[in-house]
């Protein structure tokens, strides 16, 4: 219920999304520790083009009517932008493209979560002081919201920001507390349901919805709702939002089933996991569900609790069945900042990402760029611009790499039949007029150049070179003439039709005699 006011929808669709795709996805997936429903990070990005295919009204005064209508058109934008992004991955799935999972690194996935918790945290700020605020949507989003938050904070109700500043005093230190000693208690303390059920039931007995104004659930239908087909005709308009929401839920479910595979020694199919997203967002986009992947807290819950197969997520959708069928009444008088409050400590993980960065800094400068360029383009951009702009700073460092590599000079060492670098060691033999080349990196149209001018450093043949070849052994060695050139290319991964022509040797030498 909680994610769902980040969705723009009525609580009940959160509870939806929370037992479908887990069914499904218990089915399906290879992921045993995974648990899958509703994510931050795809829940904001949902609200925002659910915010901008069906806006608030200007006016903003409506009947009872008039919001049924539009909360029904805000779930069918919702389930259209699920329906699409299901579509799209079982599309990923038959053309086999699972493999793409590898060229989201981990810098990037984390930057992307640490960036949108950031996006979470601000887009709750209006409903845990009380004032209701249009949601700001596009680039510079978050600014905007933080300078019409700082604007409207005279108006803030005392009653909301009471029940929020409580709510956090309880649930971020129970959440501390589980982390901290999460091996000596048996179960997790459940600090969100206690949480819940005082607010419940310190709003219907001080009757804080009449007195004061809070926002509370309202009723929650029972049952479930009745299976309906999206609107096909939204989706060419729900492209450009259903691609990086299919994006984000492959990274962070491939991600994050890769992490807990490797932990507990077992093995995940990335193409199966298309599968089993696709359809699980494809299927529960016809009971009004929105958008859904992978989980960060609750997969950590999960395995914490001591979950081992895909089987424990059907326990959590009995939880959700008995709400859904029975126990719905009883969050009528639920105030909605508790469920703001609960979207923000559910961000804590996401948050403390940045303390691993010190490590980080030290084991790679440039994964630390590219935490750094993401977490930016997040947090300044929007989520999927940000995704965006990290994947593509990511494969430019890799180019960037291979632009770098050094030719290196190869001496025998002695009593051997090995060569080695020399300038690794000045007790390498090096024979008079032979010189030995080894490159250690792709050869392609994006590095022939620099081949040609390392080879012609290395031999002497470049603009200045005057015949004299240079040397990586002593400084003071002299420098024999060059008479014989050995190229060893065993070092070179792959070599497109540029680079084949620069292997050509007998056309490079006759180019550039050494003898």
């Known amino acids: 219920m909680a994610f769902a006011l980040l969705t723009a929808v009525p609580p009940v669709i959160g509870l939806y999304t929370s037992f479908f795709p887990v069914l499904i996805y218990t089915l399906l997936g290879t992921g045993r520790h995974l648990s899958t429903g509703t994510f931050a990070v795809l829940s904001l990005m949902t609200g925002s083009a659910v915010e901008r295919l069906v806006p608030e009204p200007l006016s903003g005064n409506l009947s009872g009517i008039e919001r049924e209508q539009l909360d029904a058109q805000r779930v069918g934008a919702a389930a259209a932008v699920a329906f699409g992004s299901g579509a799209l991955m079982l599309g990923m799935f038959a053309l086999q493209l699972g493999v793409l999972a590898t060229f989201l690194s981990e810098p ?3 930057a992307l979560t640490s960036g949108a918790a950031l996006h979470v945290l601000v887009s709750q700020l209006p409903s845990l002081l009380g004032v209701p605020l249009p949601r700001q949507i ?3 989003a978050l600014f905007k919201t933080l300078a019409a938050v700082l604007t409207a904070l005279p108006r803030s109700s005392p009653a909301e920001l009471t029940i929020s500043a409580l709510s956090l005093a309880l649930l971020v230190p129970v959440k501390e507390l589980n982390v901290r000693f999460r091996d000596r208690l048996p179960t997790p303390i459940p600090g969100e349901i206690a949480m819940v059920l005082l607010a419940s039931v310190l709003c219907f007995t001080s009757s804080l919805d009449t007195r004061y104004n809070v926002q509370i659930v309202g009723l929650l239908p029972g049952g479930f709702p009745q299976p309906l087909l999206p609107s096909l005709a939204e989706l060419p308009r729900l492209l450009a939002d259903s691609l990086p929401m299919a994006l984000v839920t492959f990274a962070v479910s491939a991600s994050l089933a890769s992490i807990y595979a490797d932990k507990y020694g077992y093995t995940v199919d990335s193409n199966q996991e298309l599968l089993a997203h696709g359809v699980s967002n494809l ?8 958008p ?4 960060l807290a609750t997969t950590s819950l999960l395995v914490d609790a001591g979950g081992n197969t895909q089987l424990a997520g059907l326990f959590s959708c009995l939880v959700v069945l008995s709400v859904l069928l029975w126990l719905g009444p009883l969050f009528y008088y639920l105030p909605k900042a508790v469920l703001a409050c609960i979207n923000i400590s559910s961000m804590r993980q996401m948050f403390f990402q940045m303390r691993e960065l010190p490590q980080l800094w030290r084991t790679s400068r440039v994964d630390f760029a590219v935490w750094a360029v993401t977490w930016v383009a997040v947090v300044t951009l929007s989520v999927d611009l940000g995704l965006a702009v990290g994947v593509l700073f990511s494969l430019m460092t890799v180019v960037c790499r291979t632009q770098r590599v050094q030719c290196l000079a190869l001496g025998l060492a002695e009593g051997t039949e090995l060569y080695r670098p020399l300038r690794e060691s000045h007790k390498l033999l090096q024979v008079p007029g032979l010189c030995i080349l080894s490159y250690p990196a792709p050869l392609y149209f994006g590095t022939r150049g620099q081949f040609r001018r390392i080879l012609d450093w290395h031999l002497g043949l470049g ?8 040397t990586d052994g002593p400084p003071g060695a002299a420098a024999e003439p060059v008479r014989v050139a050995v190229l060893d290319c065993s070092g070179v991964t792959f070599a497109d039709a540029a680079g084949a022509r620069e292997e050509e040797a007998p056309l490079w030498f006759h180019e550039h005699p050494l003898m």
């Open 108 to 110: 990037v996935v984390k």
């Open 292 to 295: 859904n992947s992978a989980t």
């Open 138 to 140: 596009g680039c510079f």
């Open 463 to 470: 603009e200045g070179g005057k015949g004299a070849p240079k």
């Open 283 to 290: 299927v529960s986009s016809l009971f009004s569900c929105f």
